[in-house]
């Protein structure tokens, strides 16, 4: 297996050419690894993803998910890749931290046609964060800075206990520019919402991330994705990458100023 690491703080993902086998279940995942860190100090949950507050994080666009484009970083896939134009179209970088109180979520997104106009969050611009704790149920969170009524809230299903709603919800703070959005949630770790993932050190759970893309209007969609299988678009688990809850905590700049670890070329920001 050839392997090239980048230390995120808030992620590390480790690239294979091959697919691994989880440590923790049964199954074969894509071969893409994330790492989520502890989250002490805890960000502040204002809607702005301020620099080194969350480390780094997955960075999606079309360059580096889709086969075939110069970035590609071995490990995505792009649904509908032909409406994307470029990273001012849509990219975007999604975040992940937890601790003994909170699962810490944020994205920070870049989109030149914004759209808001729908009721539920997955038909709306978005971010979609995808666990699985058991290799069968998935936890799915599709989070959008501003529903129909014009708060932010979520689409979330949870196939462990079955809770499935539409909401506006104060655990998401937003704000919204004239060319993208971010967003920051921290969600108690007994929120039904992700009921069964919960956090502990060494724990591993299938995971990925998508940007949910809506242009011209909402008849436009597509959706630049990590960790899933580059030749067929599924969510099957089988695709995934899978996450890792460390104990090792944020640590975002060095005393020089730089990461305090770095390994491989995979683009970030």
Same mark, same amino acid.
């Given at each position: 297996?050839?392997?090239?690491?980048?230390?995120?703080?808030?992620?590390?993902?480790?690239?294979?050419?091959?697919?691994?086998?989880?440590?923790?279940?049964?199954? +074969?995942?894509? %071969? =893409?690894? =994330?790492? @989520?860190?502890? =989250?002490?100090? #805890?960000?502040?949950?204002? !809607?702005?993803?301020?620099?080194? *507050?969350?480390?780094?994080?997955?960075?999606?666009?079309?360059?580096?998910?889709?086969?075939?484009?110069?970035?590609?970083?071995?490990?995505?896939? @792009?649904?509908?890749?032909?409406?994307? %134009?470029?990273?001012?179209?849509?990219? !975007?970088?999604?975040? @992940?931290?937890?601790?003994?109180?909170?699962?810490?979520?944020?994205?920070?997104?870049?989109?030149?046609?914004?759209?808001? *106009?729908? %009721?539920?969050?997955?038909?709306?611009? @978005?971010?979609?964060?995808?666990? +699985?704790?058991?290799?069968?149920?998935?936890?799915?969170?599709?989070?959008?800075?501003?529903?129909?009524? !014009?708060?932010?809230?979520?689409?979330?299903?949870? %196939?462990?206990?079955? #809770?499935?709603?539409?909401?506006?919800?104060?655990?998401?703070?937003?704000?919204?520019?004239?060319?993208?959005?971010?967003? *920051? =949630?921290?969600?108690?770790?007994?929120?039904?919402?992700? #009921?069964?993932?919960?956090?502990?050190?060494?724990?591993?759970?299938?995971?990925?991330?998508?940007?949910?893309?809506?242009?011209?209007?909402?008849?436009?969609?597509?959706?630049?994705?990590?960790?899933?299988?580059?030749?067929?678009?599924?969510?099957?688990? #089988?695709?995934?990458?899978?996450?890792?809850?460390?104990?090792?905590?944020?640590?975002?700049?060095?005393?020089?100023?730089?990461?305090?670890?770095?390994?491989?070329?995979?683009?970030?920001?």
């Amino acid at each position: 297996m050839i392997k090239e690491r980048f230390s995120m703080v808030a992620y590390l993902l480790t690239v294979g050419l091959c697919a691994i086998f989880s440590a923790s279940s049964a199954y +074969s995942y894509s %071969g =893409a690894q =994330a790492i @989520c860190l502890r =989250a002490e100090p #805890a960000p502040n949950i204002n !809607g702005i993803v301020s620099p080194g *507050e969350w480390g780094e994080g997955i960075y999606l666009d079309k360059s580096v998910t889709l086969p075939g484009e110069p970035n590609y970083n071995g490990f995505g896939n @792009c649904y509908s890749p032909d409406i994307l %134009g470029d990273a001012n179209d849509c990219s !975007g970088t999604i975040y @992940c931290l937890w601790d003994d109180q909170n699962l810490y979520l944020a994205a920070k997104v870049t989109d030149d046609d914004l759209f808001f *106009e729908k %009721g539920s969050g997955w038909d709306n611009d @978005c971010a979609e964060i995808r666990f +699985s704790p058991d290799a069968a149920a998935i936890v799915g969170l599709w989070i959008t800075p501003s529903l129909a009524s !014009g708060g932010p809230g979520w689409y979330r299903n949870n %196939g462990v206990n079955g #809770a499935t709603t539409t909401e506006e919800t104060s655990l998401i703070v937003a704000t919204i520019g004239a060319t993208g959005y971010e967003w *920051e =949630a921290a969600i108690p770790l007994n929120h039904e919402a992700i #009921a069964g993932v919960d956090p502990v050190v060494g724990k591993v759970v299938g995971y990925t991330v998508s940007i949910g893309e809506n242009d011209a209007g909402g008849e436009e969609y597509s959706m630049p994705c990590w960790s899933l299988n580059p030749n067929t678009w599924s969510w099957d688990i #089988a695709f995934w990458g899978e996450l890792t809850f460390s104990g090792d905590v944020v640590t975002a700049v060095s005393s020089q100023g730089k990461l305090a670890s770095s390994w491989g070329d995979i683009k970030t920001r």
